[in-house]
């Protein structure tokens, strides 16, 4: 494995982690090297083959570098290490995208062709739940599920955005080296949440970019009761510490 820095060329990357994601990766890595930039593969020891495939398809281009992890270490820890790398790099646009097929390629241009145009944005988060965003092969009572967990962390936290828990992002470098990382300790929907909570915190210019979300086609889904639990005390928990003067 490299040393875990990237050549700074071009000025974007990709951070996704994975989790036995092979049929996904088939599919999803091809069409992003279609793209000019660059993918970062955070592996936690996947024991379906993900690694092995990254590491053939790394061994033919030059755009794709990844890190394995001993043991199933989380979403949250995955994306941290990611920009940490990122950041060291030199990279200006972060993206951070899921590997199960939920984020399309096709959005992808889209948000990064919008955001390198709008230079005032430093967060661009790719949303569901505003005009012209949606979900496909959702069941009725998963849409409730994100609809009320991120309209309650929009009013407890007053976060101004609708969909907080989006994990189809871009970051610009210097927002992410203002934000106190070394905090941030959610997984699952919780870090998407205490992500945007710390961007705001520091005052960052947040804006929201319509997407299709497409739920999985293939492997199995990491959401979990305990992963909606964790959301729902730390948004409580954090919404008290605001009203009381303790952000």
Partial sequence: MRENTLVAYPNSIVVIPTY???E???ILIPQLLEMPLQILIVDDSSADGSAKY???MAGVTGWIQIIERSGKLGLGSAYLEGFSIALKSGFSEIIQMDADGS???SDLKKMLEHFILHTEIELLIGSRWIAGGRVERWSKHREFLSRFANLFSKIVLD???KDSTAGFRIYRANLLQRMNLDAIESEGYAFQIEMTRAAKRVGASISEFPITFVEREFGVS???PRIVREALFKVTKWGIARIFGKR
């Fill in 103 to 105: 984020h399309r390629v």
């Fill in 54 to 56: 990254v590491k053939e």
């Fill in 24 to 26: 996904n990766l088939r």
């Fill in 222 to 224: 990491k959401m979990s």
């Fill in 20 to 22: 036995n994601e092979v």
């Fill in 159 to 161: 976060l101004q955005v």
